[in-house]
């Protein structure tokens, strides 16, 4: 199942359970994950993306070690909300990730990297670090959101 709408992605998940967030970029795929309760996100790995069936491979090893039961991926839509080619991809994406048979929210992700690039920052984090972590920073707001709405039944 793939939505945008959280009160099904939630229908999906009646005993809640752990979730992994990406931020699908070009080069690299962020990743970030949170609690079975739906508390709180933390950033995870900066995958570097390849051939899907690489890059699936990968995330399944994570879903299987964090025992993931939903996938929360980022809808890069324009400001207007429209969708542009980047959400088009996204959306293939989610569609090819969907054989591993678990929920899929595609979630906004429009202000996710500059919420990420601001948290760094306030961290005093160097150019350079924060070029290595943004993707899994922004994965980390991406998840946040959603499980913020999932939580407190903002749909």
């Not at 995330?59 to 909300?81: C, F, Q, T, W, Y």
Request: with cysteine.
């Amino acid at each position: 199942m793939i939505t945008t709408s959280a009160a099904e992605f939630k229908a999906a998940l009646p005993a809640g359970g752990a979730l992994i967030g990406l931020d699908l970029g070009t080069q690299t795929i962020g990743t970030a994950f949170c609690d079975a309760g739906w508390h709180f996100a933390s950033p995870g790995k900066t995958l570097k993306r390849g051939k899907f069936g690489a890059d699936k491979a990968l995330l399944d090893a994570l879903i299987r070690e964090r025992s993931v039961k939903g996938v929360v991926i980022g809808l890069p839509l324009n400001m207007d909300g429209s969708q542009g080619p980047r959400a088009q991809a996204s959306r293939a994406y989610a569609r090819n990730l969907a054989a591993l048979g678990l929920p899929i929210l595609l979630w906004d992700e429009r202000w996710s990297t500059m919420d990420a690039e601001r948290g760094l920052i306030a961290q005093d984090m160097s150019r350079a670090k924060r070029a290595e972590r943004i993707d899994s920073a922004a994965a980390a707001v991406i998840l946040q959101g959603a499980i913020d709405a999932l939580a407190g039944g903002m749909f």
